[in-house]
């Protein structure tokens, strides 16, 4: 724990002793200029790459016979175009990149481009590849484009690949990608896989689970759904190669877009921050210090969304509880990590901020982290003086507790409440009867009669069809209060 941070929390419990608690005023939160240093020198090293040479006639007459080459059903002649296209090197780059998205061209000569750019392996040839994965409308050519990726062993195309997972809309060329991003060491095409082999028609079905089952075997899991377990909580077992310079300023340059205005562009930020691998973790807390309170805030956001991906983020999030501005989203990563050294820091400001935004975090973090010995000041959280939403976390932390049984009576009030959050209510209430459900044979059917109002997945319930499912609910909750108060 960091020096202020364990300062403050002794004055804290000390003042939790006398008869009037004072709070104490929080040390300074130091602030300094933190991306724009780290920007500055990835530009300069960018600068520092030579200008690329505009291609020669002897190249064009090079490029344009290994493209020729390349279509030809001798698998010698391929061969030989491939090394061809190698020779001609990144003055060619332009060349090919004109044949692969060029919409007039056969889909052959499309094909033998991504296959020249991929045996090429420069930045300017992986841009065009990544370029084309991101923007061309033939599903095929995508795939092909992923499939070259994966081989040109640049690893500063991976938050590209990442955030083309948040768009692509084809099975086949998602398990290219997520093949490309485990060439690299990275997991997040995990999710796509799973989503595909377990909905898409035909030969992406397919595909999705031959390349789970290939990628597990590679990390030594015996399966898909072992590894990702592994993966999101961070299984340090993992392997996890170092970046590259290029990989490391590309994350640099992710984390500036934290502070854009476009909230798209932020969005896109966050979905790739999240979910590259253990290395960027320290450039996040890094960047909680920086003077942009947006880009503070934001990746605050990303760090609690990793989840226990951000386990060595503890001390600095820690630390960050002394920021008003990050102390909400420091509670909350720290509830969504799950590390239980985080409680003796989150349970006295529950207790003792003024801060309702802070208080609603720390309770519910409290609830994620198990945390038994908040019960008391849970409980205390609850009284009618407090504010609803304050009373709902604590609710819900004493739901995840093992106690919902005390404030069942108190969420069915929230599920018809015009001043409630009637969904968190829902939610929590939810919780509460699935954990009872081993209890008796009663129990278990009021989780099943729960469960199958459920909505149908993809659908878009009407405002009559959410009011009569939690109309049904709320029914069932009070079957199960009324069964637990005559036990």
């Not at 491939?82 to 007039?104: H, I, K, Q, S, Y």
């Not at 409630?420 to 081993?438: H, K, N």
Request: charged share 25%; glycine share 6%.
């Amino acid at each position: 724990m960091k020096r202020g941070v364990a300062a403050a929390l002794a004055g804290v419990l000390a003042a939790c002793g006398a008869e009037t608690a004072q709070p104490l005023p929080k040390p300074t939160y130091a602030l300094r200029a933190v991306v724009a240093p780290a920007l500055a020198e990835a530009d300069a090293r960018a600068r520092a790459v030579a200008a690329p040479t505009p291609p020669s006639d002897d190249v064009r007459e090079a490029a344009e016979a290994a493209l020729s080459a390349l279509e030809s059903p001798d698998a010698r002649m391929r061969g030989l175009a491939l090394e061809d296209a190698r020779a001609a090197g990144d003055p060619a780059v332009p060349l090919f990149a004109a044949a692969l998205t060029d919409p007039a061209a056969t889909p052959g000569r499309r094909a033998a481009a991504a296959q020249a750019l991929g045996q090429v392996k420069t930045a300017r040839a992986v841009d065009a590849l990544a370029t084309c994965l991101e923007t061309d409308r033939e599903p095929w050519l995508r795939a092909n484009c992923a499939w070259q990726l994966a081989e040109s062993g640049r690893d500063e195309v991976v938050p590209r690949l990442v955030l083309r997972l948040k768009y692509e809309t084809d099975g086949a060329t998602v398990a290219w990608i997520a093949y490309a991003l485990a060439k690299y060491g990275n997991l997040a095409g995990l999710e796509g896989l799973r989503v595909v082999a377990a909905t898409g028609a035909g030969g992406a079905g397919a595909e999705a689970q031959d390349r789970l089952a290939t990628i597990a075997l590679e990390q030594g899991f015996q399966d898909g759904k072992a590894l990702y377990a592994a993966w999101w909580n961070g299984d340090p077992a993992l392997k996890q190669p170092e970046p590259g310079a290029e990989l490391r300023d590309a994350g640099w340059r992710w984390i500036a877009r934290l502070s854009e205005p476009d909230l798209r562009k932020v969005d896109d930020a966050r979905f790739i921050l999240t979910r590259l691998d253990a290395w960027i973790v320290p450039l996040l807390c890094e960047a909680l210090h920086d003077e942009n309170v947006y880009t503070r805030v934001h990746a605050v956001q990303v760090l609690e969304r990793r989840g226990p991906r951000a386990r060595s983020a503890v001390p600095a999030l820690l630390e960050a509880l002394n920021d008003p501005r990050l102390a909400p989203g420091a509670a909350a990563a720290l509830g969504a990590i799950g590390d239980k050294t985080a409680i003796d820091a989150l349970e006295p400001l529950l207790r003792q901020s003024r801060d309702v935004e802070l208080r609603v975090a720390c309770a519910r973090a409290l609830g994620r982290l198990k945390a038994t010995t908040a019960l008391p000041t849970l409980r205390a959280a609850l009284v009618a003086t407090e504010p609803i939403d304050l009373r709902q976390a604590a609710a819900r932390a004493l739901v995840d507790l093992g106690e919902g049984g005390e404030v069942a009576g108190f969420l069915l009030e929230c599920l018809t409440s015009p001043t409630a959050d009637v969904g968190d209510a829902e939610l929590a209430l939810g919780r509460w009867i699935v954990a009872r459900a081993p209890l008796s044979p009663a129990d278990a059917e009021r989780r099943d009669r729960w469960s199958a109002l459920e909505p149908v997945p993809n659908s878009v319930p009407t405002a009559d069809d959410v009011a009569r499912r939690r109309s049904a609910r709320g029914e069932i909750a009070r079957a199960a209060s009324a069964a637990l108060r005559s036990e």
